[in-house]
Structure formats: structure tokens, C-alpha cells
């Protein structure tokens, strides 16, 4: 593990150093996530603009599950965001036969091969809509809540890791499963906001089928006095675990599978 650890530091260290080569695209690249997050949060000011409650769910409470959201997302943008090139810049081109020779877990390398500066954005915003609207949601925030918080934010993350990780390894069979990796992650728009807004049949898939509702409505739901989700949401750590593990497992069983695409 100390090994791994060290190698990690080296690979950041160097990712850091290209990035910094063109700061002016490392800035831009923040920039853009940050208006890109904005828009989404701008949007939901203008609907509140017009009606008190969505469902039951007030602006701040809404706000809170974004907060989450984005926060959780950051992490994978940030540390993993390389499971998008899996098919079309590792296999497609050959480029995935060297990580197999070298003497490191293929997957660690292949993860650490990239640091994605354009999350940076994305935690920033997340944690300002955070520090925005946990004074408004009337909970006395202790150090238990905070580190809570904490623990469902990091369990977010990896869930979003893992569901990245379960389709991108298609690729080991389909070349580049890209489309479908896309159109998954595209499903966790749904959980930027509260799950009973929606019918029982997208609540039910983002909940036991593409575990999306835990990457934020069910975390921000624990805080919220009167969501009827406290005890559900506590299973959000197991649900990351969980994820992790099956993902893992598949990604196991696609290296198995692999065969070079001889370019």
C-alpha cells in the first residue's frame, strides 16, 4: 500500500507539472466547469423565483442536494475522469497492452495516467452551494454532522467511480463502450434533485437498479428533518462499497477477456 501511495504522489506530481505548462488552459478549463455548474444552479433559482416548494422540497434543501452532488462528482472528475478514455485512447489505438507489462495493478496505472484539472471547478462550486445553504436548512452542525457529511460526500464519489468503472469496462469487449458509459452518467442528472419529484418506476431505477440516488438525494435527505429517508440513506457508505466491489469484480473479468487489438 505505501508503494502504491508513493507512486500515486509521483504520477499527480507529474500530471501537475503538464498541467501548470499551460496554465492559462488550466484556468480555462476551471472556468468553464465553474459557469457550466452556475447555469444548473441559475436555472433552479429562476423556478424558485416562481413557487415556494418543489414537491415539498424547499430552495435550500434542493440547493443542498446539489451541493452534494457536484462535490461527490468531483472526485471522480478530478481523480478517475481517465475511465472515459478507456476504449478510444487505450484499446482502440493498442496503447492498453503497456500498462499489462508493467509490474503495478493495471488498473491503479491506468487511473493515475490522468488528473483531470477541469474538477477543480466543480468541487470549488460544489462547496460554495454547500457553505451556501447548510446555514438555511436550520441544523445545528456539530463535528459528528460535519464528518458525516464528509463520509457521504467521499461515498458519492466512489459511487460515481464505480457505475463509470461497471461500463467502461464493456470496452474490453465492445472496443469503446463510450456511447453507453455517456448515456448512463447522463441518467445521474436525475439525481441532482430531490427523487420523489419523479415517478415511482425512475426512483426505483436510481435507487436499486444505477444507484444514482445515493450519490446525493438520499445523503442531503439524512440532514433534512421530516424526508422520511434517514434510515435508507445511512446505507449510503455500503452502497459505494458495494458498487466498488461488483465494479472491480467486472473490470477483473473484462482483463480476462482482453485481447490486444494488435495496432
Not at 459528528?144 to 468503472?165: C, D, Y
Request: glycine share 8%; aromatic share 20%; charged share 10%.
Amino acid at each position: 500500500m505505501r508503494r502504491y501511495i508513493k507512486l500515486y504522489y509521483l504520477f499527480c506530481k507529474q500530471n501537475m507539472k503538464v498541467m501548470m505548462e499551460y496554465r492559462m488552459d488550466f484556468f480555462l478549463g476551471v472556468m468553464s466547469v465553474m459557469l457550466q455548474q452556475f447555469a444548473g444552479i441559475f436555472f433552479i433559482k429562476v423556478v424558485f423565483d416562481h413557487i415556494q416548494q418543489l414537491n415539498g422540497w424547499t430552495f435550500y434543501e434542493i440547493l443542498f442536494i446539489y451541493g452534494i452532488a457536484a462535490t461527490g462528482r468531483s472526485i471522480h472528475h478530478i481523480f478517475f475522469d481517465n475511465l472515459w478514455t478507456l476504449g478510444w485512447q487505450y484499446i482502440r489505438p493498442g496503447k492498453f497492452d503497456r500498462l499489462l507489462i508493467r509490474p503495478i495493478n493495471p488498473l491503479f496505472h491506468f487511473i493515475a495516467d490522468r488528473l483531470q484539472q477541469d474538477g477543480f471547478g466543480q468541487l470549488l462550486i460544489g462547496l460554495i452551494v454547500l457553505g451556501t445553504a447548510m446555514p438555511e436548512l436550520g441544523i445545528a452542525w456539530g463535528v459528528t454532522e460535519i464528518l458525516l457529511l464528509a463520509v457521504m460526500i467521499l461515498a458519492s464519489g466512489f459511487i460515481f467511480v464505480a457505475v463509470n468503472l461497471f461500463f467502461a469496462t464493456l470496452s474490453f469487449w465492445m472496443v469503446d463502450s463510450l456511447p453507453i458509459v455517456w448515456a448512463v452518467f447522463n441518467l445521474s442528472e436525475f439525481a441532482r434533485y430531490p427523487l420523489t419529484i419523479y415517478k415511482k418506476g425512475i426512483q426505483n431505477v436510481l435507487t436499486w437498479i444505477i444507484p444514482y440516488g445515493f450519490t446525493a438525494f438520499y445523503p442531503a435527505a439524512y440532514f433534512i428533518e421530516g424526508s422520511g429517508f434517514q434510515q435508507l440513506a445511512l446505507w449510503t457508505p455500503a452502497v459505494a462499497l458495494t458498487c466498488c466491489a461488483v465494479s472491480y469484480w467486472f473490470w477483473n473479468r473484462g482483463l480476462r477477456a482482453f485481447t490486444s487489438t494488435g495496432s
